[in-house]
């Protein structure tokens, strides 16, 4: 795994400072039914560090096959969880649902498989520490990461805007 310094301000304490970039593993390529077309489990653990704050991000995405385009998938799902360290001290965990997005294989000039980048909206459902009860605020982000299909290793990057 490669450790990567990422891009981030400070802010007032009640939202998520932007965070430009994690890297990890694909932990896992999931479960899948060749019968029903649907894979689940597909799950990425990756890290993110910053002058401030350090996050911990897992992502745990199921998805079908697109029968009109073979090398991309449909996100029907999944759950994830965001646990953020601020000043060297725990801050708070935010967790939700994948709800929509894309998976896509990438092959290189002679059709073989050597990527996969997955593309999907989150939505917190809950919260702990500076978190807590704020289910009702519609936090959203958004996942984007490539893993590399030799190495299992992940680059990517998560949005939440401010609130």
């Given at each position: ?103 896509r ?12 980048r997955?593309?999907a ?43």
């Amino acid at each position: 795994m490669v450790s990567a310094a990422a891009a981030q301000s400070r802010d007032s304490g009640n939202g998520l400072a932007p965070v430009g970039i994690y890297t990890g593993v694909e932990t896992s390529p999931g479960i899948c039914d060749a019968m029903s077309g649907m894979c689940h489990g597909n799950t990425f653990v990756l890290n993110s560090y910053g002058e401030w704050e350090i996050h911990h991000l897992t992502v745990s995405l199921n998805y079908s096959t697109n029968q009109f385009v073979p090398n991309n998938f449909i996100v029907s799902g999944g759950s994830w969880s965001l646990v953020i360290y601020r000043d060297n001290v725990y801050a708070g965990t935010l967790y939700g649902e994948v709800q929509t997005g894309s998976v896509r294989l990438i092959t290189d000039g002679n059709g073989e498989e050597t990527s996969k980048r997955v593309q999907a909206s989150l939505l917190a459902t809950g919260g702990l520490g500076m978190f807590a009860g704020k289910e009702s605020e519609n936090i959203s982000g958004v996942y984007d990461a490539t893993t590399n299909l030799r190495s299992s290793e992940t680059t990517g990057s998560l949005y939440f805007p401010f609130r």
